[in-house]
């Protein structure tokens, strides 16, 4: 079972800039897509990024759009965000997931498995 592991979470000021890894093990297949999610203080879980796996495509918020950065390397089966510019607003546990049959990106429900989350804090 595909197991993901994120790390790079931590405290940045506003305005600065952090990069997430999401590692993933255990797979046996390659994702459809792989996004990250997070999830604000008190608030449900929202779509940041999310990028097709073999073909490279990116989506995006209309929040993070022109700030965050989503790639991946095939070879390391690892995730990345990369956050430019960060604000306030920014502040979340952020998931990375993986899905094998995605239609719609944005949808919590069609991604099969989730990471543990790491905490991103902006400091204003």
């Known amino acids: 079972q595909e197991q993901l592991l994120e790390s790079g979470g931590g405290l940045v000021q506003d305005g600065g800039s952090l990069r997430l890894s999401c590692a993933a093990s255990?797979?046996?297949?390659?994702?459809?897509?792989m996004a990250w999610f997070r999830r604000p203080p008190g608030k449900e879980l929202e779509f940041v990024a999310a990028i097709s796996w073999l073909g490279g495509n990116g989506w995006y918020a209309v929040a993070v759009e022109g700030r965050f950065t989503i790639s991946r390397d095939i070879a390391k089966n690892t995730l990345y965000l990369q956050m430019n510019n960060v604000n306030p607003s920014d502040t979340a546990a952020y998931y990375c997931?993986?899905?094998?049959?995605?239609?719609?990106?944005?949808?919590?429900?069609?991604?099969?498995?989730w990471g543990q989350g790491t905490q991103v804090t902006v400091s204003s």
């Open positions: 255990g797979r046996t297949k390659n994702p459809i897509a």
């Open positions: 997931a993986s899905g094998q049959n995605i239609k719609v990106v944005t949808t919590i429900e069609q991604y099969d498995s």
